[in-house]
């Protein structure tokens, strides 16, 4: 079965700064979807960025980037220039290249201080 | 365009209760979702329609939760009876039709239930 795994139960960065989420995953596919999703404080969880694993280039959306090493099974996430709407839980998630539904970790609750 | 929308938004009921949940998906979107988070823990798929065929349910605890989505418009999950450990974010999602490995899902605010 898949697993995700953050273990990172919590971290703090100063605005302005980077900081950087890890999640490792365990899978015996060779074909799959990893995605890291945001939970604004109240709010509801929208999708930060995805990578697929065929493709060697890491995605990056503005100042979100990840660190994907397939043959490590680690999928982190990398946030520059941090601000105070970056405050949130953070979750990794995965899916299968045959199944819809999203496998996810326990989440990172990351605060930005001023 | 209106996001996935869930009612109620809280609900607190006595064990033993019946409680029931919906979720209205973007218009349009075939796929919708069902996820739950207990506290502390992962967020745990439960089950996936696809229109008003239900495509994966092997997430569901047990034959206490009933999940229905008729017309393949909006979605509700019973909780009947209630126990204390069904008490979490029971979250809604939805995706466009067909399948892409990578399309995304779109979540609504969650209902909390707390079963007393």
């Known amino acids: 079965a898949q697993t995700v795994t953050q273990s990172q139960p919590e971290m703090s960065v100063q605005e302005a700064e980077t900081v950087t989420l890890s999640c490792t995953y365990d899978?015996?596919?060779?074909?799959?979807?990893l995605f890291w999703y945001k939970q604004p404080p109240s709010r509801q969880m929208i999708l930060v960025i995805r990578q697929e694993a065929y493709k060697q280039q890491n995605a990056t959306e503005n100042r979100f980037s990840v660190n994907f090493q397939k043959a490590a099974k680690s999928f982190s996430l990398k946030i520059s220039d941090s601000q105070l709407g970056d405050t949130a839980m953070y979750f990794c998630a995965f899916k299968g290249g045959s199944q819809g539904n999203l496998i996810f970790g326990k989440g990172t609750k990351l605060s930005v201080k001023p | 365009e209106a996001g996935v929308t869930q009612f109620p938004s809280h609900s607190v009921i006595e064990k033993g209760q019946t409680v029931t949940l919906r979720c209205d998906p973007i218009?349009?979107?075939?796929?919708l979702y069902w996820y739950r988070r207990v506290m502390g823990k992962e967020i745990k798929f439960l089950l996936h329609?696809?229109?008003?065929?239900?495509?994966?349910e092997s997430g569901m605890p047990n034959n206490r939760f009933l999940a229905e989505r008729t017309g393949g418009t909006y979605s509700t999950l019973k909780v009947q009876p209630a126990e204390l450990e069904d008490s979490g974010v029971y979250f809604c999602a939805s995706s466009p039709q067909g399948w892409t490995g990578d399309n995304e899902q779109f979540f609504g605010p969650g209902t909390r239930l707390t079963v007393l």
């Open positions: 329609f696809v229109k008003e065929s239900k495509q994966d």
């Open positions: 218009s349009g979107h075939d796929n």
């Open positions: 899978t015996s596919e060779n074909n799959y979807y």
